[in-house]
């Protein structure tokens, strides 16, 4: 018969662990298996109200940058300098734009 990953005993003990604030990434070395595994033990894990165990942690939410679009900025581009060539910064970055119009302006 194949021996479980997790006894009984380690089992109760990460989650005895996580439920007190110890980080998973604590945990895992602790008991010498991976931060992934550890997560993956505590997702299917339940407790006696049928309550998952496992919290994920909240995403960071992504903060938009305002300002011009790079289709506004080579327009701006393209009236500064009718010559410049415009297509060939289609694949430039925002802040490579935002620069060249800077210089232009100067």
Known sequence: MKNPNYTAEMTAQIISDYQNGTSVADIAEAIGKSVRSVRSKLVREKDENGERIYI???KP?????????KKVLLNDLEKLDPSFPVNGMRGATK???E???ALLKG
Request: glycine share 6%.
């Open 95 to 97: 802040e490579a734009i």
């Open 99 to 101: 620069y060249t119009v």
């Open 61 to 69: 939410v992504s903060v938009k940058v305002t300002g011009p679009s």
């Open 56 to 58: 994920p942690a909240e």
